[in-house]
């Protein structure tokens, strides 16, 4: 995480705090943990509040043997809106859409990371991402005690077709519309947007969810954008150790050009840079998903859990 503000203790400090308090009274000791990573987290809860944080979970994340992650995530999420940080939610779905379709008797198409959306797959694909998905991280986000809404993305985005011929009813945005969002702010609420949008002329169109993450993002100038994802950028992917904590743009496009980052992440980063590099929201971040916390660790501490993306100077 960048800027100035206090460190978190390190684990040495937080150990040896809690052993001096009192060897033999062990919830005494985890009370003196929570304190002192409560007073680290401080200086950072200043800095985030009534912020916009934008935060953009993968559809991979979703799936249901990651019920822990998504209870995790929904807690971290609760807990900022408690601390008056303001989240704003989207989420994507692929698996999801593919399993429905084919449930369905459809086949579900993918075409330069883009899926082929023919007008017999829509009212499943809105389902799926506005009543299951939406719907699943709303209620999770509403059992740990914050209020999240779902808010349709077709109210948010307006788009065009990218190629009718060959995507059918596949969009890019061209305008976004940041009054429902911000209105559910406004009212206490946790937006959380789904991955449509609608055309000029009024059809609903699917859209790729980095693409509307990243677009809410600058949209509401957001103080943090924060994608969860499957994936981790390393320096070499074999090593789960080998994380890389901060990069550029350029630096980006150096280790994409070298294989460092392979190409499953190409459109993940590539949105993240598009966000910093519209200077309208400080600094970006990729997380890998899991069920330790991971959002606040990275938003709440000096050095985050995830590769932090910043402009070039």
């Not at 799936?63 to 992650?69: H, T």
């Not at 299951?132 to 948010?156: Q, Y």
């Not at 990069?247 to 980052?261: K, M, Y």
Request: hydrophobic letters at 40%; proline letters at 4%.
């Amino acid at each position: 995480m960048s800027g100035t503000l206090g460190p978190i203790p390190d684990s040495s400090q937080l150990t040896q705090a809690a052993q001096s308090t009192s060897l033999n009274d062990k919830s005494f000791q985890t009370a003196a943990l929570q304190a002192l990573v409560l007073k680290g987290a401080i200086p950072w809860i200043r800095e985030f509040k009534d912020q916009i944080v934008t935060i953009k979970v993968g559809g991979s994340t979703l799936e249901p043997e990651n019920e822990s992650d998504v209870k995790c995530m929904a807690h971290d999420i609760a807990a900022l809106s408690t601390l008056s940080v303001r989240p704003v939610v989207t989420l994507g779905g692929g698996k999801r859409i593919k399993r429905a379709l084919e449930q369905q008797g459809y086949t579900s198409n993918v075409v330069n990371n883009l899926r082929v959306s023919p007008a017999e797959h829509l009212p499943i694909i809105q389902n799926v991402l506005e009543d299951e998905v939406c719907g699943l991280f709303v209620r999770s986000i509403n059992e740990s005690g914050a209020s999240a809404i779902t808010i349709p993305g077709s109210d948010v985005f307006t788009a065009r077709y990218i190629d009718f011929d060959t995507y059918h009813y596949v969009g890019e945005i061209t305008h976004v519309n940041t009054q429902p969002v911000r209105r559910a702010l406004e009212n206490g609420f946790v937006p959380v947007v789904s991955s449509l949008g609608r055309t000029e002329s009024g059809h609903i169109v699917n859209i790729n969810a980095d693409q509307t993450a990243s677009a809410l993002a600058i949209a509401l100038q957001s103080k943090r954008f924060i994608a969860v994802s499957d994936m981790a950028v390393r320096s070499d992917i074999n090593d789960p150790e080998s994380r890389i904590s901060q990069l550029t743009p350029s630096q980006i496009n150096a280790l994409l050009e070298d294989g460092t980052i392979d190409s499953g992440m190409m459109v993940k980063v590539q949105h993240l840079c598009d966000v910093v590099n519209s200077k309208k929201v400080e600094a970006a971040s990729i997380v890998a998903s899991g069920d330790d916390h991971r959002i606040m660790l990275e938003l709440l501490t000096e050095d985050g859990i995830g590769t932090q993306i910043v402009a070039d100077s």
